[in-house]
């Protein structure tokens, strides 16, 4: 106990860079499962491993690039360090690393590590998913009227104060052109329109349009 409290303020500085390359990473995470509506981060032993290589990783790297193991006194200038470290890690991947006597190539470990762990994430999601998108198309093409699901897009993207104006434009002129399709192209068109819907507002998107209330109450426990 003694001894981790003469090294925390070290160990505080180090873990900086690493909280910043999780929240980042994270971001990226999530727009890369955007379209996994029963994804649960918390939940998938996958993104427990790549959080702890998120963080650990370069936390690592400026625990040695700092020589924090020596616990330099210049606590100021160590902090800015670690958050244009942090910050600059993204960068740091795409080059090789010379620590001490020894180069590293980051992106190559990386790959590894990341890939692994979004294999247990595919593992994990793909067959549900699968399911569950066939049976959305299956229930758009049986649904009597697609233009309730439509206005209900229309309103949903145009209230999303995160989407910038140009994305709002860009959904509204892929809703209209779904809206002016043939049957097929229509489907298609609602059904990627969908999958940019937020998880938790994805039941209610699909009751606009028709879903049967035993795809609602299979997929997320409620009746349409």
Not at 147 to 160: I, M, Q, V, W
């Amino acid at each position: 106990m003694i001894g981790l409290q003469t090294w925390w303020p070290w160990l505080a500085i180090a873990a900086t860079p690493g909280f910043i390359n999780l929240m980042v990473a994270f971001q990226e995470l999530d727009e890369e499962c955007r379209f996994l509506p029963f994804f649960e981060p918390y939940k998938n032993p996958g993104v427990w491993l790549w959080a702890v290589f998120q963080f650990l990783l370069p936390m690592a790297l400026f625990w040695m690039m700092a020589s924090l193991s020596h616990q330099p006194q210049n606590y100021l200038e160590l902090v800015i360090e670690a958050l244009l470290f942090g910050f600059g890690f993204v960068a740091l991947l795409n080059s090789r690393t010379e620590i001490g006597s020894r180069v590293y190539d980051l992106k190559n470990i990386y790959i590894i590590v990341v890939g692994v762990a979004y294999q247990m994430i595919a593992r994990n999601q793909t067959s549900r998913t699968a399911q569950f998108w066939t049976d959305v198309e299956v229930g758009l093409k049986e649904s009597a009227d697609l233009a309730p699901g439509f206005r209900f897009l229309e309103n949903y993207f145009a209230s999303d104060i995160s989407v910038p104006l140009e994305e709002k434009e860009a959904f509204q002129t892929r809703i209209l052109d779904a809206q002016t399709a043939s049957v097929g192209q229509r489907i298609r068109g609602a059904k990627n329109l969908l999958r940019d819907v937020r998880r938790r507002d994805l039941p209610e998107a699909l009751r606009r349009f028709g879903s049967s209330s035993t795809v609602l109450k299979q997929y997320f426990g409620r009746r349409g």
